[in-house]
């Protein structure tokens, strides 16, 4: 089994994919924007603040050989973003949108592939919305195609995100682009799902949005890893005698719930809880407070950070209407963190109900804030919540995710 795998940014499930195939002697090129090696000049470029994201792009030098990168409108776009220069970045239209960038290092991964059938390439192994040119050229070969969909298919999001947009119209311009997709990116979409071989989704949610129509499609479901953690440790810092933490971190609309969460604190008014919030915002902050005057906002910041950060609380809350799998849900729970998330975050089975978290229905601020209540009351049960909640968390890792998809590939491509 030889694959070839693209994404434009490298993120952290994609991270243990390749070094999983890497390891097992199974990868013959990663297309990627732009990869960093240690010790290298561009790594020490990233120490700079401006810089930073870079350090997210990272790589293991061993993987350097089979990496290959496009850098140059990616870098354009992370500095015209940087810049706040938005005309270049215009969802979908502009040079160096995001969709640009996908599509850029589609059709180069594309233009690869005869040469890289004739050196014993199997399978393509690609994202939603970078995958159209690389799997129309891979079917002419005789290539699989493998589709990994991060997120619900947008069918199903798109359904469930204008839902939202009458249920709760003050709150639709933090909907993101998603609602705002053009006719020819869903068509896009759709042709990417009808080329491929295999879906690859990070939980039922996933899988379970896919149309009836691609149910004779292979699927495969893997888990995100969880950060490492020493639960011990963790937990000898909470205290009992300040009021209830309760934190959300995702980007600050109500495609993540939260409207719905700050309703649910609005309705606890009189008790001892502290809602912070850490995430890019989707409105201006004077449309945060007119909603809830009293929360504390965090801006974003280093992974480090956030698990930093997320040690100072006591409960996560992640409301979601739409997700593939949150990853700072298994984040928070390696924190010590007990949760209370909706079945559309993907993480339904990081609940054990009573004991870990709870599932709350989406569109249910009541439900919610009976939950926290619930934590309010009962402040014992945070830290023993907490423990198995980051027990649990440990039994998901990132070994096990790249090995579940490589394993169940190979018996697709032997």
Known sequence: MKIILSH????????AVVN???????????????AIFPDSYLAKFSDFSFFKELKRR????????????????EIFRMLFSKLGIKFFTTHEVGLFSID???????????????NAKKNGVTAVYAYEDGALETFIKAKELGLICIYDLPIAYWETGRKLMLEEAQRLPAWAKTLGGGILDSEAKLDRK???LELADVVIG????????????????IKIIAPFGSPKNDVETLLNS??????????????????????DLFEAINQLKEMPVELVVLGSLLAPMEFYNSNLTNFTYEHGRSNEEVLNLMRTCDVFCLPSIVEGRALVMQEAMSQGLPIIITPNTGGEDLVIEGETGFLVPIRSPSAIAEKIKWFIENR????????KAAKHAQKYTWDNYSETIIEQLKSILK
């Open 8 to 15: 434009p940014t490298g993120n952290s499930n994609v991270r």
């Open 20 to 34: 999983k195939l890497v390891e097992q002697n199974n990868l013959f090129r990663f297309y990627t924007s732009i």
């Open 58 to 73: 990272t790589f293991k030098s061993v993987l350097k050989k089979h990496i290959h990168t496009s850098p140059w409108n």
């Open 100 to 114: 640009k960038i996908y599509h850029n290092l589609d059709g180069k991964v594309a233009n690869t592939l005869e």
């Open 190 to 192: 759709r042709r990417e």
């Open 202 to 217: 990070p939980g039922s949610f996933v899988i379970n949005s896919l149309p009836e129509w691609s149910v004779n499609k």
């Open 238 to 259: 909470k205290k009992k005698d300040q009021p209830l933490r309760v934190l959300f971190v995702g980007s600050m609309g109500q495609r993540k719930g939260l409207g």
């Open 380 to 387: 014992d049960q945070v830290i023993v919540m907490g423990e």
